[in-house]
């Protein structure tokens, strides 16, 4: 059986002699912030940036491959999933209609849902892959881009709620309630449809994630599980939070009501924020104060949701001890 399963991999997966797959590296994103938003923040490699992103797709197919020599009894999953699609589009639409059909909901009617909403709307393609580089860069637990897109729910949860938004928009709000509602079941996460979330984002483990319908979040955001971004009570209009470029928030943060948190600023984990966080800041604590002290805190000067640090600047102001 398992001599089998070897020539049936080695006759769906033979690699093209003639074939030369681009290296994929690190992005350049800068360590240290410049004068400059950080939604402006370009890298000097643009050219190399857009030969990556045409490469992408080619680069996960290779990782398949190489996860099926490894482990041949995962040679149809790995063909369903990714080597039998021709593009990133299609394997998306088919791998989330899978998850999030049921009995009443066949996956063939969400794929064609899907399908063209990603055929239609090219901007989504270039936030799944910004989004996809992001975990690869940030997450040390991420061994692969096909890794993140096959068993990151995090990542499958954004890019839902990315299609959902697209119907949202188009005032086609019971399909997209319904992909909201599914995405709940199946991810244990709750993303509002109306949600505006930005490319380069990651939602690190995404249990217990719960974005309200009027929240806005930037690019390259980094969110952990059990994150609120929500109302403060009962009352309609613009009434959740504004997340800048560049933020990381803590796992177990609570960010209630309009506000804002400026760009490149920093929530400790288990903090209550109800008040505008500035840029390039540090807010710790339930209520969140600023570390340094409101009226000279301290600067971060480096893109928090970049290098993932939780502690940096609290240590030395916390007087917690055990």
Request: charge should be negative.
């Amino acid at each position: 059986m398992t001599a089998c399963i070897h020539r049936s991999c080695t006759q769906v997966l033979e690699f093209e002699s003639n074939h030369n797959y681009t290296k994929f590296c690190r992005s350049d994103y800068p360590d240290q912030l410049s004068c400059k938003p950080i939604s402006n923040i370009t890298t000097t490699h643009k050219h190399q940036e857009d030969e990556e992103e045409e490469d992408l797709w080619l680069k996960m197919k290779d990782e398949a491959k190489s996860d099926v020599d490894q482990e041949p009894i995962l040679s149809s999953y790995y063909f369903s999933l990714i080597l039998s699609h021709s593009s990133l589009e299609s394997a998306l639409a088919n791998h989330i209609a899978m998850k999030l059909s049921n009995s009443s909901l066949p996956s063939a009617t969400l794929y064609d849902l899907f399908m063209g909403v990603l055929t239609e709307d090219q901007e989504i393609v270039k936030a799944v892959k910004d989004d996809l580089k992001a975990v690869k860069e940030r997450d040390p637990a991420c061994i692969s881009y096909v890794h993140c897109f096959l068993n990151f729910k995090g990542f499958l949860a954004c890019q839902s709620h990315r299609i959902a938004h697209n119907l949202w928009l188009q005032d086609r709000k019971i399909l997209a309630l319904l992909i909201q509602n599914r995405v709940s079941e199946v991810f244990a996460l709750d993303i509002h449809p109306g949600a505006r979330i930005g490319s380069g984002v990651m939602l690190d483990h995404a249990t217990g994630v719960v974005i309200g319908e009027t929240a806005v979040i930037g690019n390259n955001v980094s969110i952990l599980h059990n994150v609120t971004l929500g109302g403060t009570g009962n009352s309609g209009g613009d009434r959740h939070p504004k997340i800048g470029d560049g933020v990381l928030i803590g796992a177990g943060t609570c960010v209630l009501g309009n506000i804002r948190i400026g760009d490149g600023a920093k929530i400790g984990a288990g903090s209550v924020v109800l008040k505008d966080v500035p840029a390039r800041t540090t807010a710790v604590g339930n209520p969140a104060k600023l570390v340094g002290g409101k009226q000279n805190p301290v600067k971060l000067d480096k893109i928090p949701s970049f290098t993932m640090d939780h502690v940096q600047h609290v240590n030395g102001w916390s007087d917690y001890v055990i």
